[in-house]
């Protein structure tokens, strides 16, 4: 029940597929939780890949 607007960066948001991944590994109703785990590790994965090097190099330049 929310805004039609928000439902697109609301399925882009990547807590919402961890989220998803939580809820079909702790309840039998959710259905196959494979693909939403594999899409939440993606997810995780890409964050990280992106996140780390922009770290790394944001430490060097502080450190300096």
Do not use: C, E
Not at 9 to 29: E, F, M, S, W
Request: hydrophobic share 55%; glycine share 2%; net charge positive.
């Amino acid at each position: 029940t929310m805004p039609s607007w928000l439902q697109p960066i609301v399925k882009a948001n990547p807590v919402t597929h961890v989220d998803d991944a939580v809820r079909a590994l702790t309840t039998t109703t959710h259905g196959p939780a494979a693909h939403i785990i594999f899409s939440s590790v993606i997810w995780i994965a890409a964050v990280l890949v992106i996140m780390i090097p922009l770290t790394i190099t944001q430490y060097a330049r502080l450190a300096r």
